[in-house]
C-alpha cells in the first residue's frame, strides 16, 4: 500500500505571493491532518479534514486554508505569503479521527519565502 | 502556556543504554502519541496509547493518566534511534482554552547515540 505522498517536496516563493500544496492520503484513509513545523515553535496543528468537512482548525490566520476532495486528496493554501510562513509543511493520514488513530505522515514540503 | 512539557530536550548516550524520555500534560486526554522524526523531517508514528503500557520491539510507552504523565522507553539504544522524539496529546474537553480533537505537542526530545 503506497504511503502519504506530497507534492511538492521543496518550493521557494516571495512574499506576497500564494502557494498551494497537495496530499494524497493512504488508500482508504478519511481523515488529512495538515502541520506546520518551524524551529521557532515545533510541530503546529493547522487543520484537519474528514470526509471534505473541515473538523478542526488551529490558531493561524485566515491566509492559511485547506480542502479536500471526494477522493480524500487534500490541498492547503496560503495566501499573501510571509517570511515567517517558511516552514516545513507535514500531511498526514488516518483512517478516521485523526486524534485517537495512528497517524501516517508525509514526507513535507518545505517552503522557503524569500 | 503549553499544554505538552517533553523532557529532557536534549539526551546524549552510549550505544546499548536505557534512555527514558519524560512527557507531561496538563489538560485530560482521549489519547496521547510518541512520533519518532528523522533528519531531513520524516516522521513515524511509535505508539498511540490511552491507558497502560504498549510494546514494540526495544520501544516502550506507558502512561499514567492521574498523574498525566506519558514514558517512552528504548532498551539497548543504538545509533539509529538517533532522532527527535516528540509527544503529542489529544484533548478530551475544552480546558484550559484547548480545542477538542486536535493535537497538541510537545517541543521534541532530541536523542544522540554514540556507537
Known amino acids: 500500500k503506497a504511503g502519504v505522498t506530497q507534492t511538492p517536496r521543496y518550493l521557494i516563493k516571495t512574499r506576497g505571493q500564494q502557494v498551494t500544496l497537495s496530499c494524497s492520503p493512504i488508500?482508504?484513509?478519511?481523515?488529512v491532518s495538515w502541520y506546520q513545523q518551524t524551529p521557532g515553535q515545533g510541530l503546529q496543528f493547522l487543520f484537519e479534514y474528514f470526509s471534505e468537512t473541515q473538523r478542526n482548525k488551529g490558531n493561524f490566520p485566515g491566509r492559511f486554508s485547506g480542502r479536500q476532495f471526494s477522493n480524500s486528496r487534500s490541498e492547503m493554501n496560503v495566501s499573501t505569503l510571509e517570511l515567517g510562513d517558511s516552514a516545513l509543511y507535514l500531511c498526514a493520514s488516518s483512517l478516521l479521527l485523526a486524534s485517537v488513530n495512528e497517524q501516517f505522515f508525509g514526507p513535507g514540503t518545505r517552503l522557503t519565502v524569500l | 502556556k503549553n499544554e505538552v512539557e517533553q523532557s529532557p530536550q536534549n539526551l546524549t548516550a552510549q550505544e546499548g543504554e536505557f534512555i527514558t524520555i519524560n512527557c507531561s500534560y496538563s489538560v485530560g486526554i482521549s489519547a496521547l502519541h510518541w512520533l519518532q522524526q528523522h533528519p531531513g523531517g520524516g516522521i513515524v508514528s511509535l505508539f498511540m496509547l490511552s491507558s497502560g503500557k504498549k510494546k514494540h520491539g526495544r520501544l516502550i510507552a506507558t502512561i499514567n493518566i492521574q498523574e498525566k504523565h506519558s514514558s517512552l522507553h528504548i532498551t539497548a539504544s543504538h545509533p539509529r534511534d538517533s532522532a527527535v522524539y516528540i509527544c503529542?496529546?489529544?484533548?478530551?474537553?475544552?480546558?484550559?482554552?484547548?480545542?477538542?480533537?486536535?493535537?497538541?505537542f510537545g517541543r521534541g526530545t532530541q536523542l544522540t547515540v554514540w556507537p
Open positions: 503529542a496529546v489529544c484533548p478530551t474537553s475544552a480546558d484550559r482554552g484547548s480545542t477538542l480533537g486536535r493535537l497538541y
Open positions: 488508500s482508504g484513509h478519511r481523515s
